[in-house]
Every structure is written in structure tokens, then in C-alpha cells.
């Protein structure tokens, strides 16, 4: 299996068999791929309806005939143009044919932009995927919180965690996470795209070492895939 960093907090999984995407915002200044470049995509995992996190997953959806996984919200909108959606809430666990998805909590807002205005996003979320016996966790846009060491008993072999601040979890906040969930191995997301998120990843990679709890660090630049 292979997970491709696509900028921001936009990542492509790959199996032999299925094309997974999640919040595909490939406008980010970071990737070099466009909406052209993903012609297969079997489904689309959207966190929250913030542009920087729905992003191109309407033009990819209707590209690719692409199921987009996501709370019934932001699926009433995306419906209305045409778009195939599985919707799920908070806690429900869903099988796949690829192996399966949880929602789990995220504490953050949602909205998405219609003409101009933003409507009702409901809630958003980060994502526990099974998928050819490993799990995966992305926590989409989210403050530390407590609940998160019940992720420690999912085993996560591959987390995703956000560490650039304002918006989300900054590098201290991130490490409580790491030191709760204790994944096999953690990237950092959602940092750098924009000035009010700069941040030292240099200094997350290194926390993560000291925190001596067999978490390893893993950096990927835009485009750069991961085997797992």
C-alpha cells in the first residue's frame, strides 16, 4: 500500500486494487498534480466542507464516478450537483470494499461556501480507515482532546496529525496527541501552507523521537509516497 502526501492535509492511498482520497485540496502551492492528473478514484474522504479541505473533490467525484465519504450535511449540498455520497456521523463505523471507515470526533467547524455565502457543514471529523490490515487515522482540523487516547487501543500503524496552530493542534498540542494515541508511525499535516500556520516541522520530528514511545516520525514532501 502506498500513501502519497499531496500538501496541506490531502493524501492519496493506494492498494492494488483501490484509489483513496482524502480532503483533495490540491491547490495548495504544494503539489504539482491537478484535478486531470487522478482519472481513477474509488473514494473521497472529506473531513469538513472548508475549501482547504473539500477542495477539488466535486470536479474529482464527477471525473471518476468517485463515492465521497462524509457527514449528511455537506452530502445534501454535494448531491445536489450530481455527486455520489456515503454519509456517515460521529462514532459510526462503516465496511467497505476496501476494507472499512469510523468517523471520529474532531473539534473544529464546518461550512461550505454556496454563491459566495457559507452554509451549514455539520460536524466535522478525522477518519479511522482499515484498509489491507493496517489502520490508518487522519484527524482532519482538530484541537488536542482527551478522547484521543481511546485511539490507542485501535493499534493506528499510520496517523496524520496537524501541527501548524491557530487553526488546530500546534507541535506541543500534537505531541499530547502522539504521547495518547502512541501510533507506529506519525506525519505531520496542515502546516506551512499559509503564513498564520508556519511552523518548525523540524521541531515536531524531534519531540516525537524524545517522547520515547516507539512512534516514528515520518516527513514527506509534496508528491513524495510512503510505502506501508
Excluded at 181 to 188: D, S, T
Aim: with cysteine; hydrophobic share 40%; proline share 5%.
Amino acid at each position: 500500500m502506498k500513501i502519497t502526501f499531496l500538501g496541506h492535509a490531502a493524501f492519496l492511498i493506494e492498494t492494488d486494487q483501490f484509489k483513496l482520497m482524502i480532503d483533495p485540496f490540491l491547490e495548495n502551492g504544494i503539489t504539482k498534480m491537478k484535478v486531470e492528473n487522478f482519472p481513477e478514484i474509488d473514494y473521497i474522504l472529506v473531513t469538513h466542507g472548508h475549501g482547504d479541505h473539500i477542495g477539488s473533490t466535486v470536479e474529482i467525484a464527477k471525473q471518476t464516478g468517485a463515492t465521497v465519504i462524509l457527514n449528511p450535511e455537506l452530502a445534501h449540498h454535494l448531491q445536489k450537483v450530481g455527486v455520489k455520497t456515503h454519509t456517515m456521523h460521529i462514532g459510526g463505523k462503516k465496511s467497505f470494499e476496501f476494507g472499512s471507515v469510523k468517523m471520529i470526533p474532531a473539534l473544529h467547524g464546518s461550512s461550505i461556501m454556496i454563491d459566495g455565502e457559507p452554509k451549514e457543514g455539520g460536524n466535522p471529523c478525522g477518519f479511522l480507515i482499515e484498509i489491507e490490515g493496517k489502520a490508518i487515522y487522519h484527524a482532519g482540523d482538530t484541537g488536542v482532546s482527551i478522547e484521543m487516547q481511546l485511539l490507542e487501543s485501535e493499534k493506528i500503524d499510520f496517523a496524520m496529525l496537524p501541527i501548524g496552530g491557530n487553526f488546530t493542534m500546534d507541535i506541543k498540542d500534537a505531541l499530547k496527541a502522539v504521547q495518547m494515541i502512541k501510533p507506529i508511525k506519525v506525519m505531520p499535516m496542515h502546516y506551512n501552507t499559509f503564513p498564520v500556520i508556519q511552523t518548525d516541522v523540524s521541531l515536531f520530528m524531534e519531540g516525537v523521537k524524545a517522547l520515547k514511545c516507539g512512534t516514528v516520525p515520518i516527513l514527506l514532501e509534496g508528491d513524495a509516497s510512503y510505502e506501508l
